[in-house]
C-alpha cells in the first residue's frame, strides 16, 4: 500500500512537470498557474525557454513574488522547471511582491536573470542573478549598478557581443550599454524617442540587420502592442504601429524570437481568470514579416479554457 502511494505521487509529480500536446490546443500554453511578461529565449542546448512573471490567485500586482521557467523543444509539450528565484532569495529585498517583469540572457557561460524588485527604501532596482544552467541553481549576484527606480529590464547582447540594457521608468523606456561584468552601466541611461503611444515592457530584437523595439501602448480598455525599428540599438527608432491588438487582459507584454525557422510572438491575456487584470497567461502566436522588414498583425490563436 504504501508503494502505490509513493507510485502515485511520482505520478502526479511527473504530470505536473510536463504540459502535454492535449493542453496546447489552443492558448495559453500554460494553465495549471497564472503568468505574465514573458520573455523567450534560445539557448545553446537546441530548447526554447520562456521567463515570466507569476500572478497570485486573486491577488494584486504588487503580491507577484517569485519566478517560474518553461520550456520546449517542439512548441507542443511544454516543461514547468519550476520556481527558480523568489523574494526571500534577495538579500537586499525590501520584502515580499513586486517582482515584476523579468529578461534572461546568456554570455561566455553564465546566464544573467535580470529582475526588478523594491529595496528597503522602497525603490526599484534591477537584480541580477545568475547560473551555468538555464532554468536552476540562480544566486543573485546584486542588481545592476547605475539602473536604479528603473523596471520592465530587458538585456539584448548584439553580434559583436556587446549588451544593452533598456528599462522603463514613468512610462518612458531608458537604454545604455552595460559594461562586461554585465551589473555596471557604461555612461548613463538615455531616452529612446520616437516611440509612439509607449507605456512598458520593452524588448528588443534583432533580425537581417534590423533592429526592433516591442512595447505596449497605452490603449483604453486595453492596451495593444506596437514597435519600432532602428540600424541602432541605441535608437533613434522609427515608430511602425500596432501589430497585436488588445488581448482579454488589460495589460499587455511580450517577446519575440525565432526557433526552428518560425518567428512566435509570445504576449499574455486573461483567458483562464474570466480577464481579470491581476490573473493573466501567456501565450503565443506566429510572427510574419513583409519583405521590407515590417511587421504583419498577429493573428491571436482562438481561446480555449478547460
Known amino acids: 500500500m504504501k508503494f502505490t502511494k509513493q507510485l502515485l505521487i511520482a505520478l502526479l509529480i511527473s504530470a505536473g512537470a510536463s504540459l502535454h500536446a492535449a493542453e496546447r490546443a489552443s492558448n495559453p500554453f500554460v494553465k495549471h498557474m497564472f503568468t505574465a511578461d514573458p520573455s523567450a529565449h534560445v539557448w545553446e542546448d537546441g530548447r526554447l525557454y520562456v521567463y515570466p512573471s507569476t500572478d497570485i490567485k486573486g491577488k494584486g500586482y504588487r503580491a507577484m513574488d517569485g519566478y517560474h521557467v518553461f520550456s520546449t523543444d517542439d512548441m507542443v509539450t511544454w516543461t514547468d522547471h519550476g520556481e527558480i528565484l523568489h523574494s526571500r532569495d534577495v538579500e537586499w529585498s525590501g520584502g515580499p511582491g513586486v517582482m515584476w517583469a523579468p529578461d534572461c540572457v546568456y554570455k561566455d557561460g553564465t546566464y544573467y536573470f535580470y529582475f526588478p524588485h523594491k529595496n528597503a527604501e522602497k525603490v526599484w532596482e534591477i537584480g541580477v542573478a545568475t547560473s551555468t544552467k538555464p532554468a536552476s541553481d540562480f544566486k543573485v549576484q546584486g542588481y545592476v549598478k547605475g539602473g536604479n527606480t528603473f523596471c520592465d529590464p530587458c538585456v539584448f547582447i548584439d553580434d559583436d557581443g556587446q549588451a544593452y540594457l533598456y528599462a522603463v521608468v514613468k512610462v518612458k ?102 480577464g481579470k487584470n491581476t490573473n493573466r497567461s501567456i501565450c503565443f502566436d506566429k510572427v510574419t514579416f513583409n519583405a521590407d522588414g515590417t511587421i504583419n498583425m498577429v493573428e491571436q490563436t482562438p481561446i480555449v479554457v478547460p
Open 173 to 274: 523606456t531608458y537604454a545604455a550599454r552595460l559594461k562586461d561584468n554585465m551589473m555596471e552601466i557604461d555612461g548613463e541611461m538615455v531616452l529612446q524617442t520616437e516611440l509612439f503611444d509607449h507605456r512598458e515592457g520593452p524588448f528588443v530584437f534583432k533580425r537581417n540587420g534590423i533592429y526592433y523595439l516591442i512595447y505596449p501602448d497605452n490603449t483604453k480598455g486595453g492596451h495593444q502592442m506596437r514597435y519600432a525599428m532602428s540600424n541602432n540599438p541605441l535608437g533613434p527608432w522609427e515608430s511602425k504601429g500596432v501589430f497585436l491588438e488588445k488581448t482579454s487582459a488589460l495589460t499587455t507584454h511580450g517577446s519575440i524570437v525565432e526557433y526552428k525557422g518560425q518567428w512566435y510572438l509570445f504576449y499574455h491575456n486573461g483567458a483562464l481568470s474570466g
